[in-house]
């Protein structure tokens, strides 16, 4: 079943595990994810469209592909826009139905970001969706498929957190505390000190981008100290291409519809494991 991401964030947050929120693009990402979802115990799991994948699949298909696969299985699942800073198409998609979008105005300066994000706060709530914005800026690590590579790492100031919060009423936070998009160039150096200040002051569920390659006591650690959603990609990639490239370099290359299989089994490997990581603390 779809739902939005508030009650389930929130009662993550009460628990101290976090939801899973993977890419999706294709039927073969959403199925992978929602195959793990179900056989890690049915976790409520978020399907994640990015704005950057609207050339694989419009807002439209994305969400009928979402509601037909969600409303065979008991769990909830939610459909989330990721990393959207064009304000018509969070508007569209909210209007196709998804539950849940990120309008990500991190870029922009701190006052500009607060008005876009109030105005989608409004727009959304009003429609039962919820909303997650983003303050302070990721970098961009190896292969990754967002942001930019002149991306820089910005960390999230706690006190214009609150403000922030305050003044726009979103349901969520992303907070930038040295995790990149992508794969990490060296140890990932995490502020959890910056983390614990945050959560302190907001007492709300907190997001963390970037979660390719994050040691599991890491992700852990951040749980514990108020993430509840964690957005996976990169890695989910990686893998399935370099076990699809084995299958397409061998002697005997197979048929299209058995890569679409291995694809779909390697995004529910890769997605199996984070979930794992995810579990109560
Ligand atoms: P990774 O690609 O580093 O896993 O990050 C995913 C993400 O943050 C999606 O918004």
């Known amino acids: ?27 073969e990402t959403m199925r992978g994810v929602l195959d793990a979802a179900v056989e ?11 704005a950057k994948y609207l050339e694989n699949m419009s807002l439209q298909d994305a969400y009928s592909m979402a509601f037909a696969l969600s409303s065979q299985r008991n769990i909830p699942v939610c459909l989330h826009l990721d990393h959207c800073s064009d304000m018509d198409v969070v508007f569209q998609a909210i209007r196709e139905g998804f539950g849940s979008v990120m309008y990500d105005g991190s870029s922009l300066p701190f006052e500009e970001n607060m008005a876009n994000t109030k105005l989608v706060c409004r727009f959304a709530h009003a429609c ?29 100031n706690p006190e214009s957190a609150r403000e922030f919060v305050a003044r726009t009423g979103v349901d969520a936070l992303a907070v930038s505390i040295g995790t990149v998009h ?13 983390l614990e200040r945050i959560d302190k002051i907001l007492g709300m569920p907190l997001v963390l981008h970037g979660g390719s390659g994050i040691p599991e006591e890491t992700i852990r650690a951040c749980i514990k100290a108020g993430i509840c959603k964690i957005n996976v990609n990169t890695e989910i ?17 197979p048929h299209l519809s058995v890569l679409a299989l291995k ?7 890769v997605v199996k494991k984070y979930i794992r990581f995810f579990e109560a603390q």
Do not use: Q, W
């Open 1 to 27: 079943m779809l739902v939005n991401f508030r009650e389930m964030l929130s009662d993550a947050y009460r628990d101290k595990r976090a939801v899973g929120s993977f890419n999706v693009y294709n039927y």
């Open 40 to 50: 890690m115990g049915s976790k409520p799991v978020i399907l994640a469209f990015g």
């Open 128 to 156: 039962g969706v919820s909303v997650e914005a983003e303050l302070g800026s990721i970098a961009a690590g190896e292969a990754s498929h967002e942001g930019s590579p002149d991306d820089k790492e910005v960390y999230t």
């Open 182 to 194: 992508g794969l990490y160039r060296g140890a990932p150096n995490i502020r959890l000190d910056i």
């Open 237 to 253: 990639s990686s893998y399935a291409v370099a076990e699809l490239s084995k299958l397409v370099g061998s002697p005997k290359p």
């Open 263 to 269: 694809e779909r089994s390697c995004v529910d490997e």
